[in-house]
């Protein structure tokens, strides 16, 4: 293996540990922040592409809410999500993923289902509190 690629899986390894030890979805800024202590010369850049490349390897899961940022998730199996309007905070639930919903829409219509990606929207306790 050539230099180059042992320290990209150096700062690969780096990536998936902080996103392994985080459940806050965090975003590639932040992330970036957090790699920097253990590697100070990385770039931004250098960040996106591996964070694009642990998603196609299928180690992350990558969350798009609208166009303007994306959340990255170290947790690679489906699961769902809650949402909190107030304040953002992406949450992981601890529910099974329903699997008959699948089964259903791919008896009722025409489409092959490998997967589905539900999210769900309202307070989170500390929101709730505060109002
Ligand atoms: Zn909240
Ligand atoms: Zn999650």
Redesign the pocket.
């Known amino acids: 293996m050539s230099k180059a690629n042992t320290r990209m899986t150096k700062q690969r390894k780096e990536i998936l540990k902080i996103l392994r030890a985080t459940k806050t979805h965090p975003t590639a800024d932040w992330i970036y922040d957090q790699v920097k202590k253990e590697i100070p010369n990385i770039s931004l850049g250098t960040i996106y592409r591996n964070l694009n490349i642990l998603v196609e390897m299928g180690k992350i899961r990558v969350l798009n809410y609208g166009s303007s940022y994306s959340r990255y998730d170290g947790v690679p199996e489906n699961h769902y999500h809650f949402i909190?309007d107030?304040?953002g905070?992406v949450f992981d639930l601890d529910i099974p993923v329903n699997k008959t919903l699948e089964n259903y829409i791919s008896e009722k219509t025409p489409f092959q289902i490998f997967n589905h990606r539900t999210e769900f929207y309202g307070?989170?306790v500390?929101?709730q509190e505060k109002n």
């Open positions: 909190c107030s304040c905070k307070l989170c500390e929101c």
